[in-house]
């Protein structure tokens, strides 16, 4: 088959995700699921040009009523007994506290290309109830579990579901591999497990 530059479509990205050898999204579902043994769940498989992330089941929690006074978030030194960890249960939320943030993982596992760039973005669903979704880009020949912080601005708890959809994914295919991939040089998030990692 031809490469198509640019964003890809769902058949591009099922076929990376279908091919006998490296697949790029493992499990990867081929459809949009919205509904699981009747029950409604925030989407999460194959979309129309991207791929719908389920959140996993371990997260960190950091409010600043748990928060040790003296504690900071030094990405260069972190201290992760500042957070509180949560062990979630698939169709039982978890509630984010007013102004708080966490972190939890993907169900799914990537293998990207040495050609192709991931860029997450927020579902709405989400969104429209204030949540914020950050994750840094799915870099070229970059392999491993997403690390994928959640935050909540509002003065309010949101409830967010383990083992459902958290973010889409977008993929894009560059016009040429780049001299320098991530699994060429090694980065230090290469290969992370299904679990939260701290900054490195």
């Known amino acids: 088959m031809e490469k198509v530059f640019g964003l890809l479509s769902d058949w591009e990205i099922a076929e990376l995700c279908q091919s006998e050898g490296q697949r ?11 509904q699981v043994e009747g029950k409604k769940v925030v989407s999460y498989g194959q979309s129309s040009a991207g791929y719908d992330i389920r959140a996993g089941s371990e997260w ?27 062990v979630g249960i698939e169709s ?5 506290p007013p102004y708080s943030f966490a972190l939890t993982h993907s169900v799914e596992r990537f293998r990207m ?29 970059w392999e ?32 040429k591999r780049p001299k320098t991939t991530y699994g060429d040089r090694r980065g230090k998030y290469q290969g992370q497990g299904a679990e939260v990692v701290f900054p490195r």
């Open 24 to 34: 790029m999204i493992d499990p990867y579902i081929p459809e949009l699921v919205s």
């Open 113 to 141: 290309p040495e050609d192709v760039i991931g860029v997450a973005v927020g579902k709405s669903s989400y969104a429209r109830a204030g949540l914020v979704v950050n994750i840094t880009p799915l870099e070229p020949g």
């Open 144 to 175: 491993g579990y997403l690390t994928i912080e959640v935050i909540n601005p509002t003065p309010y708890p949101i409830r967010v579901y383990p083992g459902e959809g958290i973010s889409q994914i977008l993929f894009f295919r560059t016009l």
């Open 60 to 86: 960190f929690i950091a409010h600043e009523s748990w928060v040790k006074k003296e504690g900071v978030f030094d990405p260069k030194g972190f201290d992760k007994s500042i957070m509180k960890r949560v």
């Open 92 to 96: 039982k939320p978890i509630e984010l």
